[in-house]
């Protein structure tokens, strides 16, 4: 089974400051890993994956997150937060299935900006 | 092009109500998951269907059942309701990654 790991459900920053969100992951096979943002009252908005080319991905809103095979790591960070990032952020792992994927999300980490 | 629609945005029920929540997904998309976001969690599988056939279902009761229509749309109905089927029920439609709708949120009251 694969499952995912978000340490710290609150992560507190001031505008301009560096953000870093923490995802570990379980995997028995290579994985895909995503991470997913959500606004209040929101769906999911994909911010960018990791599916076995390069080990740093760009994504959008200038997020990157840097996948560390050894450290079983996909941590996301942005150098400097703006008022706007404040939400809720998922890491993801895709698990294929007899057949099929299907994604596992961690409990998600709410991020807080401040002036 | 429209994103992964979703039907009622908003919806309260009785315990032992049955609710059906829509999905339209991506033009050009054949899967359709369904997900269920109980507050302060990340959003857990259910269903999963392609080309109409149910090709996977997490650990939810027999009381959650789905079906995926010919023009690719979805249903999720959810019988004998509780209190605690309270949650974001997500759609997503997937060809080249998973997309996700706005979710409907169902009370049960």
């Known amino acids: 089974a694969q499952s995912v790991t978000q340490l710290g459900s609150h992560v507190s920053v001031s505008e301009g400051a560096l953000v870093l969100l923490r995802c570990n992951y379980s995997?028995?096979?290579?994985?895909?890993l995503f991470w997913y943002v959500q606004y209040p009252n929101q769906g999911l908005q994909l911010l960018l994956k990791?599916?076995?080319?390069?080990?740093l991905v760009k994504g959008i809103n200038g997020f990157e997150a840097e996948f560390k095979k050894s450290e079983t790591s996909f941590h996301l960070t942005k150098p400097s937060a703006h008022m706007s990032d404040a939400a809720e952020y998922f890491c993801?792992?895709?698990?294929?299935?007899?057949?099929?994927?299907?994604?596992?999300f961690g409990k998600g980490t709410m991020l807080l900006v401040s002036p | 092009d429209a994103g992964v629609t979703q039907s009622p945005t908003h919806l309260i029920k009785t315990r032992g109500q049955h609710v059906t929540l829509r999905c339209s997904p991506i033009?050009?998309?054949?899967?359709v998951s369904w997900y269920q976001q109980v507050l302060g969690q990340g959003p857990q599988f259910i269903f999963q269907?392609?080309?109409?056939?149910?090709?996977g279902r997490g650990n939810f009761p027999d009381r959650f059942s789905a079906r995926q229509f010919p023009n690719y749309s979805s249903e999720l109905n959810v019988n004998a309701l509780l209190l605690g089927d309270s949650a974001l029920y997500l759609c997503?439609?997937?060809?080249?990654?998973?997309?996700f709708g706005q979710g409907t949120r169902l009370t049960v009251v």
């Open positions: 993801a792992v895709s698990s294929l299935i007899s057949g099929y994927s299907t994604l596992t």
């Open positions: 990791y599916t076995s080319a390069a080990t």
């Open positions: 997503a439609s997937s060809l080249y990654g998973v997309f």
């Open positions: 033009s050009g998309h054949k899967s």
């Open positions: 269907y392609y080309e109409k056939e149910e090709r």
């Open positions: 995997s028995s096979v290579p994985p895909y």
